[in-house]
């Protein structure tokens, strides 16, 4: 029977993605489970809200609910008004393809996850490093075996968590140990693929991502690549604490020149 954990899940691949399916059936073994879901493909729709059109919520015939907006608007909705309680976890996934180094800036994957994180709840983004959904009960399962690592304890009390897993596309036993690594980085974006509408006007596709830069020992990258399902810790600071001093610094010689420029046209 599901223990008395209560998981919220979302994805960005839509809520009749195989990824999300496998990953429900997976986890309601476990705990108690719960999805609300965008109704169409969101893939890199980061942590994007919806404010300037309504929102809509149905019930699909499994019981997955659906939303016409963002993996975000979706976490944000269940969490704000649509629940009647406080979920103990929020997982997102899994998704169609990798969501490693630069990927995690735009994944709308993570983003449902952050949103959750960002209301104070431990939240877990799940990936498969290729597409197509190879193996992806083998990903489900392991997913799960994770979750249940991660909340053997209790989760009252612990300061939220934010984690970004990325799987293989292997069978479970041939998974390897998990790794515990830090973003690798993606080269430029190719470039942008230009067409011609039937109607005559010239159409832009955003072109595929950069290949892997930074994909050494330790980033997930290089973790994935060699059979290793890869955890990153994420944070949601973007501040630029190493050069705090330096902008402080150079901000007081801003002023200091502004106010004798003042001063010498005052004169």
């Not at 979750?147 to 612990?158: D, E, K, N, P, R």
């Not at 039937?198 to 930074?214: E, F, V």
Request: charged content about 15%; proline content about 5%; glycine content about 10%.
């Amino acid at each position: 029977m599901p223990s008395t954990l209560k998981i919220l899940i979302s994805n960005d691949d839509g809520f009749q993605a195989p990824g999300i399916v496998a990953l429900h059936a997976a986890l309601a073994r476990v705990a108690q489970v719960e999805v609300v879901a965008p109704e169409h493909n969101n893939s890199a729709k980061s942590n994007a809200l919806t404010l300037h059109a309504p929102l809509y919520v149905q019930t699909a015939s499994n019981g997955f609910r659906y939303v016409n907006g963002t993996p975000a608007d979706c976490v944000h909705i269940a969490l704000t008004g649509l629940l009647d309680y406080r979920p103990d976890l929020i997982v997102s996934g899994i998704n169609n393809g990798a969501n490693m180094g630069d990927d995690t800036i735009y994944s709308g994957t993570v983003g449902a996850a952050m949103e959750g994180y960002l209301f104070g709840i431990p939240a877990i983004a799940f990936s498969q490093v290729d597409k197509g959904w190879g193996e992806i009960e083998a990903a489900a399962a392991k997913a799960t075996e994770i979750v249940q690592q991660l909340t053997a304890g209790s989760l009252s009390g612990q300061p939220p968590w934010l984690l970004n897993v990325n799987m293989p596309n292997l069978p479970l036993d041939a998974m390897r140990s998990l790794k515990i690594c830090r973003l690798g980085r993606r080269h430029s974006a190719e470039r942008v693929i230009v067409q011609e509408s039937p109607r005559g006007d010239t159409m832009y596709w955003i072109g595929s991502a950069g290949a892997a830069k930074d994909d050494t020992e330790g980033t997930d990258f290089h973790a994935t690549a060699h059979g290793h399902v890869a955890l990153t810790p994420l944070k949601v600071d973007l501040t630029d604490h190493d050069n705090l001093r330096y902008w402080a610094q150079s901000a007081a010689q801003w002023g200091t020149s502004a106010h004798g420029a003042g001063a010498s046209e005052a004169a």
